[in-house]
Antibody
Framework: QIQLVQSGPELKKPGETVKISCKAS????????MHWVKQAPGKGLKWMGW????????TYADDFKGRFAFSLETSASTAYLQINNLKNEDTATYFC?????????WGAGTTVTVSS | DIVMSQSPSSLAVSVGEKVTMSCKSS????????????LAWYQQKPGQSPKLLIY???TRESGVPDRFTGSGSGTDFTLTISSVKAEDLAVYYC?????????FGGGTKLEIK
């Protein structure tokens, strides 16, 4: 079946780096773009941007330019989100979502906790 | 950016009742060339990831019960649950995919009395 499997929870200190993975299965990885969505504790959904799975070109929403990086390992049908120089406000659950006009398949989410 | 506004922010209903929730966009989501509204609805149950319910404003995703109905056009949209079940306890989000950046509404939290 079609699914996106994300990596497990992360506990990090401010200033550290985290890299989250999202492994796709059940469909041709390059047929759909991959998007990332942030959900802070108790809050709503915020679109972070997307990566073109054919070309590897990322596009970032304004609030996620600078410390955030999307990448791919196409041979493994896997997308990555890396957050550098972590801040307390990065504490959130991060979802990957397949996009083919709308987000029809979502990962379970990866919770990142930033605390000193 | 297109601002999505949902109301109410929360509501509590009894099992079997009809529920209507609203989503308004700051600009039209109707694309004139194909007459499609670029609006989706998602359901997020506690501790889970969002699930697609409705796309193109009114097309039900495969497997979604027919008690869920999306309607509206332009800037005003509605999600209706015809007869609420206990399992419908969730937060419901609308989202526009008309123009970047994609934006979500703040959500409507459905509670069961």
């Amino acid at each position: 079946q079609i699914q996106l499997v994300q990596s497990g929870p992360e506990l990090k200190k401010p200033g550290e780096t985290v890299k989250i993975s999202c492994k796709a299965s059940g469909y041709t990885f390059t047929d759909y773009s991959m998007h990332w969505v942030k959900q802070a504790p108790g809050k709503g959904l915020k679109w972070m941007g997307w990566i073109n799975t054919e070309t590897g070109e990322p596009t970032y929403a304004d609030d996620f330019k600078g410390r955030f990086a999307f990448s791919l390992e196409t041979s493994a049908s896997t997308a990555y989100l890396q957050i550098n120089n972590l801040k307390n406000e990065d504490t959130a659950t991060y979802f990957c979502a397949r996009y083919g006009w709308y987000f029809d398949v979502w990962g379970a989410g990866t919770t990142v906790t930033v605390s000193s | 950016d297109i601002v999505m506004s949902q109301s109410p922010s929360s509501l509590a209903v009894s099992v079997g009742e009809k529920v209507t929730m609203s989503c308004k966009s700051s600009q039209s989501l109707l694309y004139s060339s194909n007459q499609k509204n670029y609006l989706a609805w998602y359901q997020q149950k506690p501790g889970q990831s969002p699930k697609l319910l409705i796309y193109w404003a009114s097309t039900r995703e495969s497997g979604v019960p027919d008690r869920f109905t999306g309607s509206g056009s332009g800037t005003d949209f509605t999600l209706t649950i015809s007869s609420v079940k206990a399992e419908d306890l969730a937060v419901y989000y609308c989202q526009q995919y008309y123009s970047y950046p994609w934006t979500f509404g703040g959500g409507t939290k459905l509670e069961i009395k």
